[in-house]
């Protein structure tokens, strides 16, 4: 009789435990990697700060898919404000090369040597959708400060993608403007704040 109620006890003891374990997983292990996953469907991003900016100066032929020698000399000058107003970045990003412009990889260039950071052109300039997708969801950028060059043209509606509010950011692009960024804050808020920073050169 004794060791039958041994046993029972042994067995409830063993049944409590598990009972605690699976509430240790209920209450801090499932938030923990809910808050690792937080993306742009409503909840706050998990990247700290984007920087977007045009490429440098084009020429005014078409089929030249180069910098001019004036957006050469601003992409050779652009790492020192960059790592002087922000600091190092932590990743870089750049529209993909195609026939028609290797600008925004030449434009990142420079600050890609001077940082060490590797330039990341694995999406293509209609692909802002998923690159705003990843920098909104992906851990690996949580509290990260991210640069982005991109083609004028789509920079606006890769804003929108990146949450930002209509009227924060030109909704059309100049095409004579090469020294503009757009600074995008993320917060407690879904939204982020922008602020729009000329390059004093």
């Known amino acids: 009789m004794t060791e039958n109620i041994k046993g029972l006890a042994l067995t ?3 049944f409590l435990t598990f009972l605690a374990f699976l509430a240790f997983l209920v209450f801090f292990t499932i938030p923990l990697a809910a808050s690792a996953h937080k993306d742009h469907s ?5 990247v700290e ?6 490429h440098a100066e084009k020429p005014d032929y078409p089929d030249d898919p180069n910098l001019t020698p004036a957006g050469f000399s601003r992409a050779q000058t652009l790492p020192k404000f960059i790592l ?10 750049a529209a ?23 330039v990341d052109a694995s999406f293509r300039d209609k692909d802002y959708k998923q690159l705003a997708e990843t920098l909104l969801s992906d ?4 509290g990260k400060l991210i640069v982005v060059v991109w083609h004028h043209a789509d920079i606006p509606e890769l ?3 990146l949450q930002a509010k209509e009227g924060t950011y030109p909704e ?10 757009l600074q995008f804050d993320y917060t407690e808020k879904r939204h982020p704040k922008v602020a729009q920073i000329a390059e004093p050169f």
């Open 12 to 14: 409830f003891l063993t």
């Open 42 to 46: 409503g909840n706050q991003p998990v």
């Open 49 to 54: 700060r984007i920087l977007i900016m045009r």
């Open 84 to 93: 002087e107003q922000y600091g190092k970045p932590d990743y870089i990003f």
């Open 96 to 118: 993909a090369n195609s026939k028609k412009s290797m600008r925004p990889c030449e434009t990142a260039a420079p600050l890609s040597q001077a940082t060490g950071v590797p």
């Open 139 to 142: 851990p690996r950028f949580q």
């Open 159 to 161: 804003a929108h993608s």
């Open 172 to 181: 059309k692009w100049d095409s004579s403007v090469f020294n503009r960024i």
